[in-house]
């Protein structure tokens, strides 16, 4: 059997796999890796699996008539939901990301609320009290595996959790969820907004003006999900206004953003580069083989993505 692997960092993921996992992959399974698509040959194009980055594996979706399973080296898959065809098991990663990303969350609301950027840039002695975390009302946008992660990791630390889903089903490390068509409910009087939303039709602009009014006034948001999720215009003008305190993105609707973009200059408001939560090739090499393994005696794969929710 043939799998094509399409992905920028095809070296990395090749090592992963022949690594430690090299005895789990079967001699009849054979991988091709190609960092470039436009090098695929009618081999890699005739392939019954494909592993890859969803960005570069949709364009040649339609090119693959044998494919049946598709593994994304991403948590989201929006560019292959874009491509319409669903002919195919596509499967996501998940459970890997949570870590990183509850220390991106963690590290940056300790440096908001302890002053650790202005005492880092401080040119004389600070008289200051911070209130630290233990009176904070705290709420995660998006809990899914990656947000639950986060909102455990400041459920002992905070006042009150809240988690953000689609329909306000329970979720770990949450005191109370809420479902979106309740999420002024969810946003009242929040302190801190921790934004983990997949990239779906559900999810556009559900951080809009009237959300952002309901928080605390101070507030500190942060998105490391998705761009489309925040009406980024609403933001910054609550920032303006001062309804924020601060504004922490890492991601955006066009990425890299460009050096001379007028956010770089804004008081107030941090970029960090999508980089809040690393992808290990090695995490990754893992997920697919343990699904390969799965695939290949019949057993439903982890991690499917419904192409109609989006996830």
């Known amino acids: 059997m043939d799998i094509t692997v399409v992905t920028t960092r095809a070296e990395a993921l090749r090592e992963a796999i022949e690594g430690e996992l090299a005895e789990r992959v079967p001699e009849h399974v054979s991988l091709r890796y190609f960092s470039d698509p436009g090098h695929l040959d009618a081999m890699a194009l005739s392939a019954e699996v494909a592993l890859g980055a969803p960005d570069v594996l949709a364009p040649l979706i339609a090119s693959m008539p044998s494919l049946r399973w598709v593994q994304s080296t991403w948590a989201g898959v929006t560019p292959l939901l874009e491509v319409g065809q ?14 990183s990303m509850s220390e991106y969350a963690l590290g940056w609301v300790l440096a908001i609320e302890r002053s650790v950027l202005v005492h880092a840039n401080a040119s004389q002695w600070e008289f200051r009290i911070d209130r630290g975390l233990s009176e904070l009302r705290v709420g995660v946008a998006g809990v899914g595996s990656i947000g639950s992660a986060v909102a455990g990791s400041f459920a002992g630390m905070v006042k009150e959790v809240r988690g953000l889903n689609s329909d306000g089903r329970p979720a770990k490390g949450c005191h109370s969820c809420f479902g979106t068509a309740d999420r002024l409910s969810f946003a009242k009087n929040l302190d801190v907004l921790i934004m983990v939303l997949p990239d779906t039709p559900g999810t556009d ?6 959300v952002l009014s309901q928080l ?6 942060i998105n490391a999900g998705r761009a489309n999720a925040l009406d980024l215009p609403a933001a910054l003008a609550a920032r303006e206004s001062g309804q924020l305190r601060a504004l922490v993105l890492d991601v955006f609707d066009k990425e890299p953003l460009a050096d001379d973009d007028p ?14 939560a690393p992808t290990r090739m090695e995490s990754i090499a893992g997920v697919f083989v343990d699904n390969l393994e799965r695939y290949l005696s019949g057993a439903e794969l982890e991690g499917i993505i419904n192409f109609e929710r989006g996830y």
Do not use: E, M, N, Q
Not at 87 to 94: E, F, I, N, S
């Open 205 to 210: 602009g559900l951080v809009d003006a009237r």
């Open 263 to 276: 956010l770089w200059a804004i008081p107030g408001v941090y970029i960090t580069s999508h980089t809040a």
């Open 86 to 99: 669903r002919d195919y098991v596509l499967t996501g990663v998940k459970d890997i990301f949570g870590a």
């Open 216 to 221: 605390a006034p101070g507030a500190l948001v």
